[in-house]
C-alpha cells in the first residue's frame, strides 16, 4: 500500500511535468510515448518487483497475436489468451498463497492491462474486419483502422498514468492526447464563435485535479478512521447475530458497506486526479458552459449515494470496468448479454467464491429490479409527492440491495458467504424470484438491440 500510494504522488508530479514540459507543442508523440512507456515500465518494477514480469509477458504475447492472427479472429485470440492468463494468476494467490493478500499484489495492473488489450483488440478488428453499417455509432467512433506500431502499444498498456490503477481508456482517445488533438476534438463540437470567443480556448486540468485531490485527501481519512472500525466480518459475528434484531443487522449492514467505500473511492479518484494532470480526461463542456474533465473518472460519487435503481448505482460505480464490459461482452453477446457480462466481471475479478456469489446475485437483482421499474414505475409519475415517495422507496431498496449483493465480495470465502445469506434469510434472492415469477419481462434479444443501434447511426450520419 505504501509503494502504492508513492508510486501515485510521484506519478502525479511526473504528470505535471509531462504536460508542462513534454506537451505537444514541444515534444513529439515519439519523446511523449517513449517517456510515458519508461516510466509506467519503472513504476511497475519499482511497486511489484520481479512479479511485474508478468505484465510485460501477457503485454508481449498479445503483440505477437496482434501482429500474425487474422482480423477476423484477432478479438477472440487476445480476449482468450488475456482472460486465460490473467485467469491463471488468480488461481495462483488461492492455491499457492491460500487467499492471502499479496504484499506486491500484481493483479490489478494485470486486471487494467487486460482490459486495454481486449479493447484494442476488439476495436481494431471493428475497424479492419467488419464494415461500418455492421457497427454501432460508438463501435464506429472507436474503431482502430490500422494496427500501432509497437511504440505505440506500449504506450497505451504500460503508459505511467495508468498502469498502477488504471482506469482503462480507449485506443483512440490515448492517441490523440498523445498527439496533441485531444482536447481540440472536443473543442470542436462546440460554436465557439456564437459564444464570443475569436479563437478556442486552452481549457487548464487544474481545477479539476485539486478537486480530485481533496476528494482523495476526505476519502483517505474516511478510510483510516472508518474501516477498520467497521469490519465487515463483524456482520457474521456469533454473538452479534445473536443479540442484534434483524432490521437491525441491515442498518449495521449498510454502514459497514459504507465504511468499505473509502478506499474505493481514494484509489479511483487519486487515478483520475494523475491523469488529468498530465492533460488527459477532458471530457468536453457541458450544458452551462463549463469544462468537464471527467472521460475517465471511475466513480461519480453523488450518483452512487442517491442511486434509486441498481442500474443507476451500477453504471456509476468502476465506470471505465463497465464501459469496458458493455463494449466487449455486453454489445457483441449474441443471447443472455446480462447474465454474460456478470459472469465475464466475475471472471475477470478472480476466482474467489465470494465474486461469484456478488455476481450471480446481481444477476437475479438486475433482472428483478428491471421488471419492477418497467411494470411499476409509471404509476407514480403522475404527482410529485407519489414520485418523491417512489424515489425514497427506491433509494433505501437500492442501497439494501447493493450492501445484500457486495457482502460476499469482502468476505471472499464460501463458508461465511453463506453464513451471511442464512442470517439475513437469504430474502433478496426470495424477493427477486417472487418478482420475475409475477412481473417477467421480455428480455431485450441481440436483434432488437442491433436495430435499435443501427437506427441510432443511421441518424447520426443524417445530422
Known amino acids: ?40 515500465v519503472y513504476f511497475a518494477v519499482f511497486c511489484f518487483g520481479w512479479y511485474s514480469i508478468h505484465l510485460f509477458v501477457l503485454v508481449m504475447m498479445n503483440y505477437g497475436i496482434m501482429n500474425m492472427a487474422s482480423i477476423p479472429n484477432i478479438h477472440r485470440y487476445s480476449f482468450l489468451v488475456a482472460m486465460g492468463y490473467l485467469t491463471l494468476c488468480h488461481i495462483s494467490r488461492i492455491y499457492i498463497f491460500h487467499y ?22 476488439c476495436q481494431l478488428h471493428d475497424g479492419i474486419g467488419r464494415e461500418a453499417e455492421e457497427l454501432t455509432a460508438e463501435q464506429n467512433r472507436l474503431a482502430v483502422k490500422s494496427r500501432p506500431s ?72 474516511l478510510f483510516l478512521t472508518l474501516t477498520k472500525n467497521f469490519p465487515m466480518a463483524y456482520i457474521i459475528d456469533n454473538e452479534f447475530l445473536d443479540k442484534t434484531p434483524f432490521l437491525s443487522r441491515l442498518g449495521y449492514l449498510y454502514v ?15 487515478a483520475d486526479a494523475v491523469n488529468n494532470a498530465a492533460g488527459y ?12 474533465w471527467d472521460l475517465l473518472s471511475n466513480l461519480n460519487i453523488w450518483n452512487i449515494e442517491t442511486a434509486t435503481s441498481f442500474k443507476m448505482y451500477i453504471e456509476n460505480w468502476n465506470i471505465q470496468t463497465a464501459a469496458w464490459l458493455k463494449r466487449v ?16 466481471s466475475a471472471l475477470w475479478h478472480g ?80 424477493l427477486s424470484i417472487l418478482v420475475l415469477l409475477l412481473l417477467p419481462i421480455r428480455p431485450q434479444t441481440h436483434s432488437v438491440r442491433r436495430a435499435q443501434d443501427q437506427a441510432m447511426l443511421n441518424s447520426i450520419k443524417s445530422k
Open 1 to 40: 500500500q505504501i509503494n502504492f500510494v508513492a508510486c501515485q504522488l510521484f506519478a502525479l508530479l511526473a504528470a505535471f511535468w509531462f504536460r508542462i514540459y513534454l506537451s505537444p507543442s514541444h515534444a513529439s508523440s515519439a519523446v511523449r510515448h517513449a517517456f510515458a512507456t519508461l516510466f509506467g
Open 256 to 270: 459497514v458497506t459504507q465504511a468499505a467505500k473509502p478506499k474505493y473511492y481514494f484509489a479511483w479518484t487519486l
Open 150 to 221: 509497437l511504440l505505440e502499444y506500449l504506450s497505451y498498456l504500460l503508459n505511467f498514468m495508468s498502469i498502477i490503477a488504471g482506469p482503462c481508456s480507449n485506443y483512440k482517445d490515448y492517441i490523440a492526447f498523445i498527439e496533441g488533438r485531444h482536447v481540440h476534438m472536443k473543442l470542436l463540437e462546440v460554436n465557439w464563435k456564437q459564444k464570443g470567443y475569436d479563437r478556442l480556448p486552452d481549457p487548464s486540468p487544474t481545477g479539476a485535479v485539486m478537486y480530485k485531490l481533496c476528494i482523495t485527501l476526505v476519502s483517505l481519512i
Open 100 to 121: 492471502g493478500i499479496l504484499t506486491t499484489d500484481f493483479s490489478g495492473p494485470l486486471m487494467i492491462i487486460t482490459q486495454k488489450i481486449t479493447t484494442l483488440a
Open 351 to 430: 476466482i474467489y467464491p465470494g465474486y461469484y456469489f456478488t455476481f450471480l446475485t446481481g444477476i437475479l437483482i438486475t433482472l428483478a429490479a428491471r421488471a419492477i421499474r418497467n411494470n411499476c414505475r409509471h404509476y407514480f409519475l403522475s404527482s410529485v409527492p407519489l414520485k418523491i415517495a417512489y424515489d425514497i422507496v427506491t433509494w433505501a431498496v437500492t442501497q439494501l440491495a447493493v450492501c445484500y449483493t457486495v457482502a460476499p465480495f469482502v468476505m471472499l470465502a464460501v463458508e461465511p458467504t453463506i453464513k451471511f445469506y442464512k442470517s439475513v434469510y437469504f430474502h433478496m434472492h426470495i
Open 281 to 292: 480526461g477532458f471530457s468536453g463542456v457541458d450544458e452551462r458552459g463549463t469544462f468537464r
Open 329 to 344: 461482452c455486453y454489445d457483441r453477446a449474441p443471447w443472455y448479454p446480462t447474465a454474460l457480462t456478470f459472469i465475464l
